[in-house]
């Protein structure tokens, strides 16, 4: 069969980019995010990896079909300079994300907090450390939650609309949400 050459993609830096990738998330695995926000390590170049605005991830231009993988990669996903990055203790590979990197899928709504929970089972409670942010215009908002490290899920039509029903005037006059102590807006 011969030895793996860079060419065809078996070895050389290009595979050690993302083998080191693999085995770190591996080693994370399903356990939730690593504390990326502690390492600084060296920007290695790109890896062709996308996050749609859909939510699906895009390896190569194959979406990425075990669930498992995309946690992996996730748990060791950081935002730092207005980009996305997967990241080791010792390297840095920017992706591409196309919106936020993750989709608030579901919303718990109860009278003292609000809960959400992304396309890959990360759940945040709303408040201080897990602010809402509504981007795009009146006609056509765009509702964030915050997940962690400046990583955002973007709220679906169905949960905004719970949040909506649920929305009462808060101390400026606005539509909102209260949960943790903090009234939320849901206007621009």
């Known amino acids: 069969m011969g030895k793996p050459t860079e060419a065809d993609g078996r070895n050389g830096p290009a595979a050690d980019r993302a083998g080191g990738l693999i085995g770190a998330a591996k080693t994370q695995g399903t356990r939730g995010p690593a504390p990326v926000h502690l390492w600084d390590p060296p920007y290695c170049g790109e890896m062709d990896l996308t996050i749609r605005a859909d939510g699906v991830w895009i390896h190569e231009g194959a979406p990425i079909g075990r669930p498992e993988m995309v946690r992996m990669f996730a748990?060791?996903?950081?935002?730092?300079?207005?980009?996305?990055?997967?990241?080791?203790?010792?390297?840095?590979?920017?992706?591409?994300?196309?919106?936020?990197?993750?989709?608030?899928?579901?919303?718990?709504?109860?009278?003292?907090?609000?809960?959400?929970?992304?396309?890959?089972?990360?759940?945040?409670?709303?408040?201080?450390?897990?602010?809402?942010?509504?981007?795009?215009?009146?006609?056509?908002?765009?509702?964030?939650?915050?997940?962690?490290?400046?990583?955002?899920?973007?709220?679906?039509?169905?949960?905004?609309?719970?949040?909506?029903?649920?929305?009462?005037?808060?101390?400026?006059?606005?539509m909102g949400v209260t949960s943790g102590g903090r009234f939320f807006p849901l206007e621009t």
């Open 75 to 174: 748990n060791i996903m950081k935002f730092e300079d207005g980009r996305h990055y997967l990241v080791t203790p010792v390297e840095k590979i920017g992706i591409q994300v196309e919106d936020s990197p993750f989709i608030a899928v579901d919303v718990d709504l109860d009278a003292a907090e609000i809960r959400f929970t992304t396309n890959i089972g990360d759940q945040v409670t709303l408040g201080p450390d897990h602010p809402l942010t509504i981007a795009g215009t009146p006609d056509e908002p765009r509702p964030y939650v915050e997940i962690r490290g400046g990583l955002l899920a973007r709220i679906d039509r169905k949960s905004f609309y719970r949040l909506a029903e649920a929305a009462s005037a808060g101390p400026d006059g606005r």
